[in-house]
C-alpha cells in the first residue's frame, strides 16, 4: 500500500523560506514521477511543480519559477520542495503526490496516491 505523508509547513512573514518533504513508502520509490500540487481556499488545485522518476528532468508551474525548487533523494525515499522568497498568495494546502509511471505531468488526474496535504500561510 502506497502512502505519502508530508511535512515541513508552518506561518511564515512573506520573503521567508520553508522546505517541504514527503516521505514515499509502499514500492520502489525511483520508478515513478512525483509531483507538489497545492490547493487554497476556494480554488481547484493546482500544479506547483514535479520531477522525473530519476531526478532528471523538473517542471514549475510559472508562478513558481525561480522561486521554488523540486528535488528527491531516492535513497531515503523523500520529495522535496523548497520555497524561498514566499509571498501571502503561496498560501494553500501543499500536497504531494506520486504517479504509477515516469514521466512528469502537470494534470493532477495523472496522479495515484496523495499524501493529506501539509498547510502553508505566508502573512503579508
Known amino acids: 500500500q502506497v502512502q505519502l505523508v508530508e511535512s515541513g509547513g508552518g506561518l511564515v512573514q512573506a520573503g521567508a523560506s520553508l522546505r517541504l518533504s514527503c516521505a514515499g513508502s509502499g514500492r520502489t520509490f525511483s520508478q515513478f514521477a512525483m509531483g507538489w500540487f497545492r490547493q487554497a481556499p476556494g480554488k481547484e488545485r493546482e500544479f506547483v511543480a514535479s520531477i522525473r522518476g530519476s531526478g532528471g528532468e523538473t517542471r514549475y508551474e510559472d508562478s513558481v519559477k525561480g522561486r521554488f525548487t523540486i528535488s528527491r533523494d531516492n535513497a531515503k525515499n523523500t520529495l522535496y520542495l523548497q520555497m524561498n522568497n514566499l509571498k501571502p498568495e503561496d498560501t494553500a494546502v501543499y500536497f504531494c503526490?506520486?504517479?504509477?509511471?515516469?514521466?512528469?505531468?502537470?494534470?493532477?488526474?495523472?496522479?495515484?496516491?496523495w499524501g493529506p496535504g501539509t498547510q502553508v500561510s505566508v502573512s503579508s
Open positions: 503526490a506520486q504517479r504509477s509511471g515516469y514521466l512528469i505531468r502537470s494534470d493532477p488526474k495523472e496522479y495515484d496516491y
